[in-house]
C-alpha cells in the first residue's frame, strides 16, 4: 500500500480538479470510531455533526460493518426493473413505523423532495402552486431550489419553476392566507435545519392539516435533516400528533451511503402509474440493508429514548449557558438537534471549536448547529459547553 498523501497535496489536486461548488474548511478526517474523529495528522475530534445528520450511529459500528460485509458478498446494484429483498423489508419497516401505506426509493433529500413534488401533482393535476416557509431548504436541483425559502440560494438561478409561496415559520395566518384551491403541496420542515434549526409548533402543524384537509393540497413533511430519530421519535411528525400525506427522508437512512425516500400515504393510491417517475441507484441492496441495520440499532439499543434524554439535558445545560453567556441570543432544537444563535458570525466561532477537538456545523450565518450522533456520550457535550463558553469570553463580535 502507497503512504497517505498530505494533507496540503490532497488540497492542492482537489483544487485543481473538483468544481468549486464547496467552501471548504481546511480539515481532513481520515479514521473514526464513534462518536470520534482523527485526522490526517492523527489528531482526535469530537464529532457533533455526524456528516451532516448522516453518521446517527457514527463510526465504525459493528451492526453496520456486519451488514456491509455480509451484502458485499451479494450484488451490489441489480437496478429497479428487477426484484431485491432488501427494499421491500426497509419499505415495510418504513410503513408500519409511520403509518403511512408505500415508499419510494431515490438517492438523496433533494432528490426526494422532487419525488414528492411531482407524485402530488400526479394526484392533484392542474394546481400550480407550492406553499413552504420562508428559510426553509429543500434542495438544490430546479424543483426543490424553486420551493427553497431561502433567496440568495435561488438568486442566481432565477427564473426557476413557477408557483412557489413562502410565509413566515409558524405564522398560521399567513399559512390559512396563502393556501387555497389552487394549492398542490403545503411542504413544511417539522424542525427547519438549514434555516437556523427552528422547530415548528404543534399548533402550526395542526393548521396545516386543516388547510390540506379543507382545500385538497397535500400535506409534505420534509424529515430529510430532522426524521429517523434525531429529534427523539423516529418521525418528528410524532410529537405533534399530526400525520402528513407524505414524508421525505434520506441523511441517516443508507447508514452513510446514499439512499431516499418518499413515503406515501393512502391518498396516492391509484395516482402513480410505472414509467412516470424512477431513479437508477436509487433503493440499492447495499444501502438498504444498512438501512434495516439502522432500524435495528435504534430499536434494540433504545436510541430514541436516549436521544430524548440527553437532548433534555443538554438542552437545559444549553439554556444556563445562554443565561450567562450574553453573546447566546436564543437555543433552539430538541432531541440532538440544536441551533445556538448567536450575536456575531458562527463561523469563525466554528473554526475556533475546529482547532479545539470539536465539528459542529453552522446554519444562515449566525447559528451553530449541532447533529451529533445518537451514540455520543454526554461528557463530550459537556466539553464542547465549557469549550463554547471559553471561547465567546474571549471572541469579540467582528
Known amino acids: 500500500m502507497s503512504p497517505p498523501e498530505?494533507?496540503?497535496a490532497?488540497?492542492?489536486r482537489d483544487k485543481a480538479h473538483v468544481a468549486a461548488t464547496y467552501a471548504r474548511t481546511p480539515f481532513h478526517p481520515r479514521r473514526g470510531r464513534g462518536a470520534r474523529l482523527e485526522d490526517a495528522d492523527g489528531k482526535t475530534y469530537w464529532d457533533l455533526l455526524a456528516g451532516i445528520?448522516?453518521?446517527?450511529?457514527?463510526?465504525r459500528h459493528p451492526r453496520l460493518v456486519r451488514a456491509l460485509r455480509d451484502e458485499a458478498a451479494g450484488v451490489w446494484h441489480v437496478s429497479n426493473l428487477y426484484y431485491h429483498p432488501a427494499q421491500g423489508m426497509l419499505a415495510e419497516r418504513l410503513t408500519k413505523a409511520s403509518g403511512l401505506s408505500r415508499v419510494f426509493f431515490c438517492n438523496s433529500g433533494t432528490e426526494a423532495n422532487e419525488a414528492a413534488l411531482k407524485f402530488a401533482r400526479l394526484k392533484n393535476p392542474g394546481r400550480p402552486e407550492v406553499v413552504a416557509l420562508e428559510e426553509s431548504f429543500h434542495g438544490r436541483t430546479f424543483g426543490a431550489l424553486s420551493v427553497t425559502g431561502h433567496a440568495p440560494y435561488r438568486a442566481p438561478f432565477v427564473p426557476l419553476v413557477p408557483g412557489a409561496r413562502f410565509v413566515p415559520p409558524n405564522d398560521?395566518?399567513?399559512?390559512r392566507a396563502a393556501v387555497s384551491e389552487r394549492t398542490s403541496v403545503i411542504l413544511l420542515e417539522p424542525v427547519l435545519g438549514e434555516g437556523g434549526v427552528v422547530p415548528l409548533s404543534a399548533e402550526f402543524l395542526r393548521a396545516a392539516r386543516e388547510l390540506a384537509d379543507a382545500t385538497g393540497a397535500t400535506l409534505v413533511f420534509d424529515e430529510v435533516q430532522c426524521g429517523l430519530g434525531r429529534t427523539g421519535t423516529l418521525f418528528a411528525f410524532e410529537a405533534s400528533g399530526?400525520?402528513?400525506d407524505a414524508v421525505t427522508l434520506a441523511k441517516p437512512l443508507g447508514g452513510g451511503l446514499p439512499l431516499g425516500a418518499v413515503l406515501l400515504g393512502p391518498s396516492f393510491d391509484g395516482a402513480i402509474a410505472p414509467g412516470q417517475h424512477g431513479s437508477t441507484f436509487?433503493?440499492?441492496p447495499i444501502a438498504c440493508r444498512l438501512g434495516l441495520a439502522l432500524l435495528d440499532e435504534i430499536e434494540e439499543a433504545g436510541l430514541l429514548e436516549r436521544v430524548?434524554?440527553?437532548g433534555e439535558w443538554f438542552g437545559g445545560r444549553l439554556e444556563r449557558l445562554r443565561r450567562k453567556t450574553p453573546p447566546i441570543v436564543a437555543i433552539r432544537g430538541r432531541g440532538l438537534m440544536w441551533g445556538i444563535e448567536l450575536d456575531r458570525e458562527a463561523a469563525p466561532v466554528a473554526r475556533r471549536l475546529l482547532d479545539a477537538g470539536f465539528v459542529v456545523g453552522t446554519a444562515r450565518s449566525t447559528v451553530l448547529r449541532l447533529l451529533p450522533p445518537y451514540i455520543v456520550p454526554r461528557a463530550a457535550l459537556s466539553a464542547f459547553l465549557e469549550e463554547l463558553e471559553r471561547i465567546l469570553k474571549e471572541e469579540r463580535p467582528a
Not at 53 to 59: D, I, K, S, T, W
Open 6 to 8: 498530505s494533507a496540503a
Open 10 to 12: 490532497v488540497e492542492t
Open 53 to 59: 445528520a448522516v453518521n446517527a450511529l457514527g463510526y
Open 172 to 175: 398560521a395566518p399567513a399559512l
Open 242 to 244: 399530526v400525520r402528513p
Open 282 to 284: 436509487g433503493g440499492n
Open 308 to 310: 430524548r434524554r440527553l
